[in-house]
C-alpha cells in the first residue's frame, strides 16, 4: 500500500547521488509495507548540519501489533532495500539496525512502537506520515547545560587511573597502560565538553566542532607514550601539569567539589611507589 506523498527534505542533497538513491530505495519498500505507519530522516540530516561524509540515519514507527513481526524481519526489508556487506541489530533496540553497502555507504535504521512516538523528542523530518503522527509529537526539550555529576566523574577517573599506575607497570603491562592513558585523555576532553555544553546538536564525528581552538590545542599537545615504562610516566606527569589546573578550573565554573582527599592520596601513593611528585 503505497503513501499519497513522499517528503525529500533539501537537507538530504548534501549527502549525493548514492545516498539519494539508497534514500529513494528504502522509501518504496517501507511505503509498500502497511505496517510501517511513518518514515522519519533523523541524525544530521534532519538537524540540518550533514554533508558528504554524513550517515543516512531512518527512523521507522510501526504498529504496536506488528512491531514484533516487522523487528524479525529485519534482514528481509534491509535486503530489499540493498545489498550490505555488513548488518547488525543495534543492541537493545530490537529491529533496529546499522550498516554498509558494498560501496560503504551507512544507513542506520530504527524501528519503533507506534506507542512511543509520543513521548520521543530527537529531532527528525518526515517523508512520509499515514496518520497524521507529526501533531503527536512533544517539543523538543531546551538544551541542557553541565552535568555536575558528568563532570565529578571526569574528574575522579584519572586519579583513580593514575592510582592503578604503579601495579599496571609493576606487572609490566605496558600496552595496558597506554590504554588507561588514553582513557585519561579522553576524560579531559569530556571535561571540556561539559564546561562548553549545550553544545551545537552535530553528530559523534564532530567532536571537533564542539570544543574552542585552546581546549583543542590543549588536547592536541599531550604526548602519546611508547609502550616503555620511563615514555609512560613522563607522559602520565605530563598529563597531570596539564589536566589537574584544566580540570579544577571547570570544577570551580560548574560548582562541583574538587576531590582534595583523593588528589592528596593518590600524589603519597605514586612518590611511595614509584618516587614521582606532581
Same mark, same amino acid.
Given at each position: 500500500m503505497s503513501v499519497e506523498r513522499v517528503l525529500t527534505p533539501a537537507s538530504l542533497e548534501p549527502l549525493g547521488p548514492s545516498y539519494r538513491a539508497l534514500f529513494e530505495r528504502a522509501v518504496t519498500v517501507f511505503s509498500a509495507d502497511s505496517r510501517v505507519r511513518a518514515l522519519w530522516l533523523a541524525g544530521s540530516v534532519a538537524r540540518g548540519d550533514a554533508d558528504a561524509h554524513s550517515d543516512l540515519d531512518l527512523? &521507522? +514507527?510501526?504498529?504496536?501489533?506488528?512491531?514484533?513481526?516487522?523487528?524479525?524481519?529485519?534482514?528481509?526489508?534491509?535486503?530489499?532495500?540493498?545489498?550490505t556487506v555488513l548488518a547488525r541489530e543495534i543492541p537493545f533496540l530490537r529491529g533496529s539496525v546499522y550498516s554498509l553497502t558494498p560501496a560503504c555507504e551507512r544507513l542506520d535504521v530504527v524501528v519503533e512502537r507506534l506507542s512511543t512516538l509520543r513521548g520521543n523528542r530527537s529531532p527528525r523530518l518526515v517523508v512520509f506520515d499515514r496518520d497524521g503522527l507529526e501533531r503527536e509529537?512533544?517539543?523538543?526539550?531546551?538544551?541542557?547545560?553541565?552535568?555536575?555529576?558528568?563532570?565529578?566523574?571526569?574528574?575522579?577517573?584519572?586519579?583513580?587511573?593514575?592510582? /592503578?599506575?604503579?601495579?599496571?607497570? @609493576?606487572? @609490566?603491562?605496558?600496552?595496558?597502560?597506554?590504554? @588507561?592513558?588514553? =582513557?585519561?585523555?579522553?576524560?579531559?576532553?569530556?571535561?571540556? /565538553?561539559?564546561?562548553?555544553?549545550?553544545?551545537?546538536?552535530?553528530?559523534?564525528?564532530?567532536?571537533?566542532?564542539?570544543? +574552542?581552538?585552546?581546549?583543542?590545542? &590543549? /588536547?592536541?599537545? /599531550?604526548?602519546?607514550?611508547?609502550?616503555?615504562?620511563?615514555?609512560?610516566?613522563?607522559?602520565? $606527569?605530563?598529563? $597531570?601539569?596539564?589536566?589537574?589546573?584544566?580540570?579544577?578550573? &571547570?570544577?570551580?565554573? &560548574?560548582?562541583?567539589?574538587?576531590?582534595?582527599?583523593?588528589?592528596?592520596?593518590?600524589?603519597? =601513593?605514586?612518590?611511595?611507589?614509584l618516587g614521582v611528585t606532581f
Amino acid at each position: 500500500m503505497s503513501v499519497e506523498r513522499v517528503l525529500t527534505p533539501a537537507s538530504l542533497e548534501p549527502l549525493g547521488p548514492s545516498y539519494r538513491a539508497l534514500f529513494e530505495r528504502a522509501v518504496t519498500v517501507f511505503s509498500a509495507d502497511s505496517r510501517v505507519r511513518a518514515l522519519w530522516l533523523a541524525g544530521s540530516v534532519a538537524r540540518g548540519d550533514a554533508d558528504a561524509h554524513s550517515d543516512l540515519d531512518l527512523v &521507522v +514507527t510501526v504498529t504496536d501489533a506488528d512491531f514484533d513481526g516487522f523487528a524479525a524481519s529485519w534482514r528481509e526489508w534491509l535486503a530489499a532495500i540493498t545489498p550490505t556487506v555488513l548488518a547488525r541489530e543495534i543492541p537493545f533496540l530490537r529491529g533496529s539496525v546499522y550498516s554498509l553497502t558494498p560501496a560503504c555507504e551507512r544507513l542506520d535504521v530504527v524501528v519503533e512502537r507506534l506507542s512511543t512516538l509520543r513521548g520521543n523528542r530527537s529531532p527528525r523530518l518526515v517523508v512520509f506520515d499515514r496518520d497524521g503522527l507529526e501533531r503527536e509529537r512533544p517539543a523538543p526539550l531546551p538544551p541542557a547545560g553541565p552535568d555536575p555529576h558528568k563532570v565529578t566523574t571526569a574528574i575522579e577517573e584519572p586519579l583513580r587511573y593514575l592510582a /592503578l599506575t604503579p601495579a599496571v607497570l @609493576g606487572r @609490566g603491562e605496558l600496552m595496558l597502560a597506554q590504554e @588507561g592513558y588514553g =582513557h585519561m585523555r579522553r576524560r579531559l576532553s569530556e571535561l571540556f /565538553l561539559e564546561l562548553n555544553a549545550p553544545l551545537p546538536t552535530t553528530g559523534v564525528k564532530h567532536w571537533r566542532d564542539k570544543l +574552542t581552538p585552546e581546549q583543542y590545542a &590543549v /588536547l592536541e599537545s /599531550l604526548p602519546w607514550p611508547a609502550a616503555t615504562r620511563e615514555s609512560l610516566l613522563a607522559a602520565n $606527569l605530563a598529563f $597531570l601539569r596539564v589536566f589537574l589546573p584544566h580540570a579544577r578550573a &571547570v570544577a570551580e565554573k &560548574v560548582g562541583v567539589p574538587w576531590p582534595e582527599a583523593l588528589e592528596r592520596a593518590v600524589r603519597a =601513593h605514586l612518590e611511595r611507589e614509584l618516587g614521582v611528585t606532581f
